[in-house]
């Protein structure tokens, strides 16, 4: 690695933060959790050997106590200044609110070594919007997992104009290490690449089932007969569950707000909210 990864501190056990720290420990890493107080860290340590038992039954190597063990190596952590002491990488995971992110960093700039970089894995609020809170623009930058970062393994690496490229370099390698697929951008760009292909995606499809042209199920059918593609974007919106592209749509535009009042009165008020439940756009077998 362009430097040296040894020490990583997760800020936030939700989520995303849980499973970027059970990855990087799986990886060999030393992890410390930071979440906001005791409470919050034990249902964090339950989210941890939730994610114990989904590493044994599905990750290779998982076997063999290693995936316990990896629950069980996490270090967690309710006060800043000890979470990140000694961290070389931070990986912050806490709630998708500017204010929120910008006063952690404005903490961190003070606790963290000099030497320590920081990555936000946030969806939708660009590097340059919390690089002057970080203290070291140069040594910031986004790392974006998908949730499941076991099974979907991409990590969007996306800096600010002041990132450093060597930071940059470090960071992807680091991806690289803890089995990810390092997807690298050349400049910020909201929606990363993969939300800049599917949010457009999604909408289409919705437009044509909404408005009225053609059935779900018809859609998918033309989407995987003609690209090839094993799944269409109903699929897709039932793996993902219909209740966060409708609290996305809901406060959008007024196309948006049409087609959530189109999820929202033929599915989620039905219960129909993805596979989580069982049935979406498709309905699926108990097993
Ligand atoms: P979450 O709500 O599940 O978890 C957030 C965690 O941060 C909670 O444990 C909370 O206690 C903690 N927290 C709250 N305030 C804090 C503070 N001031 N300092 C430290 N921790 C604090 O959220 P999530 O879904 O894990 O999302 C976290 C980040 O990851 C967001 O930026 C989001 O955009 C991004 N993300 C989420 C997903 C997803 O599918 N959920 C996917 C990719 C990226």
New binding site residues.
């Given amino acids: 690695m362009a430097m040296e990864i040894r020490r990583v501190t997760v ?7 849980s499973q970027i720290a059970y990855q990087t420990a799986f990886h060999g890493f030393e992890v410390t959790a ?3 107080d005791d409470a ?1 860290l034990a249902a ?1 340590r339950s989210r941890f050997d939730a994610l114990a038992a989904a590493y044994r039954a599905e990750v290779p190597g998982g076997g063999d106590g290693k995936a316990e063990q990896t629950a069980a190596d996490i270090v967690l952590v309710a006060d800043l200044g000890a979470a990140v002491r000694d961290a070389d990488l931070v990986i912050e ?4 609110v500017l204010e ?1 992110k910008q ?2 960093y404005a903490k961190l700039s003070e606790l963290a070594p000099e030497r320590t970089i920081f990555a936000t ?4 609020l660009l590097p340059s919007a919390i690089k002057d809170a970080t203290g070291r623009p140069d040594r910031f930058l986004a790392l ?4 499941q970062v076991w099974k979907r393994n991409t990590a969007e690496i996306m800096g600010s104009p002041d990132t450093d490229p060597e930071v940059f370099r470090t960071v992807s390698e680091f991806a690289q290490a803890i089995g990810m697929v390092p997807i690298e951008l050349h400049k910020e760009k909201a929606g990363y690449v993969l939300n800049s292909l599917l949010v457009p995606l999604l909408r289409a499809a919705m437009e044509l089932s909404a408005d009225g042209y053609a059935e779900p199920a018809t859609v998918d059918e033309t989407w995987r007969i003609a690209t090839g593609a094993p799944v269409g974007p109903f699929q897709i919106l039932d793996v993902i569950g219909l209740t966060t592209p409708y609290n996305i749509m809901v406060h959008g535009d007024e196309q948006g707000r049409r087609f959530a009042a189109w999820l929202k009165e033929n599915y989620i008020d039905k219960g129909k909210l993805g596979i989580a439940t069982g049935e979406g756009f498709y309905r699926y077998s108990e097993d």
């Fill in positions: 800020l936030g056990t939700g989520v995303l933060g930071y979440d906001i919050v964090g995971a806490v709630p998708e929120i006063e952690i894995n946030s969806s939708t974006h997992f998908a949730n």
